[in-house]
């Protein structure tokens, strides 16, 4: 099946640093990537749409200039948590829709990313 | 906007027996509904979905149902194991257009050997 890459699975990083994180389909070409958070025994939260080639939508009350995203290319979208801090510390997970598939069906998620911010 | 409400938050149940988690949904143009598997540290994983011009779909020890005039939808689990202990997610969503998966709060099941 279609395999969705997420990296690094954990990151601890200091406060006021900024963490990138990768999200790679690996066997399709995904015209649009999501990105969630999850806090502890939660449901996802998203947080934004990205588009290959376009600016991400954001949900609301997701600030665009904490969570940058960049989907440069069909098969890559970068979060990066921008001068993090404790609060931002959360699972993150991205999941990506393969190109072609009716919309929300051929929906993969990758295996998320464990921030912590000292 | 659509509103998912999932049931029971949590289920242990005995190695062997049927589990069954129920989600309800408010928007009638919802025609899409994936359940997730999400083990501890992972990304969810797809398990079944199903279309609303279906009302049940199986795929070995694991079925879906919808009832799309009550808006509910099941996912049934028998001869439970072990290793289905985990967090699962229902979803509704419109299939086609720019709306994006609405998400249950998620079941935790404990299948105790």
């Known amino acids: 099946g279609a395999v969705v890459s997420q990296h690094p699975s954990r990151v601890i990083c200091k406060s006021g640093t900024s963490v990138k994180i990768e999200c790679r389909s690996l066997?399709?070409?995904?015209?649009?990537m999501f990105w969630y958070r999850q806090f502890p025994k939660k449901s996802l939260m998203l947080m934004a749409t990205?588009?290959?080639?376009?600016?991400?939508?954001?949900e609301q009350g997701v600030e665009k200039d904490k969570f940058l995203i960049n989907h440069a290319s069909l098969t890559l979208s970068t979060l990066t948590v921008t001068s993090a801090h404790p609060e931002d510390s959360s699972f993150y997970i991205c999941?990506?829709?393969?190109?072609?598939?009716?919309?929300?069906?051929?929906?993969?998620f990758g295996s998320g990313t464990q921030l912590s911010v000292l | 906007g659509e509103n998912v409400e999932q049931h029971p938050s949590t289920l242990s149940v005995q190695e062997g027996d049927s589990a069954v988690i129920k989600c309800t949904y408010s928007d009638s143009a919802s025609n899409y509904f994936p359940w997730y598997k999400q083990e501890l540290g992972k990304g969810p994983q797809l398990i079944i979905d199903i279309r609303s011009n279906v009302g049940e779909k199986k795929d070995q020890r694991i079925a879906v149902t919808l009832n799309k005039t009550a808006k509910h939808f099941s996912l049934h689990i028998t001869e439970t194991q072990p290793e289905d202990s985990a967090v699962y997610f229902c979803a509704a969503s419109p299939l086609s257009g720019y709306s994006t998966l609405t998400f249950g709060k998620g079941t935790m099941l404990l299948v105790s050997p």
């Open positions: 990205s588009n290959e080639g376009s600016k991400a939508t954001y």
């Open positions: 066997d399709f070409q995904a015209t649009t």
């Open positions: 999941s990506a829709r393969m190109a072609g598939g009716t919309f929300n069906e051929k929906l993969f």
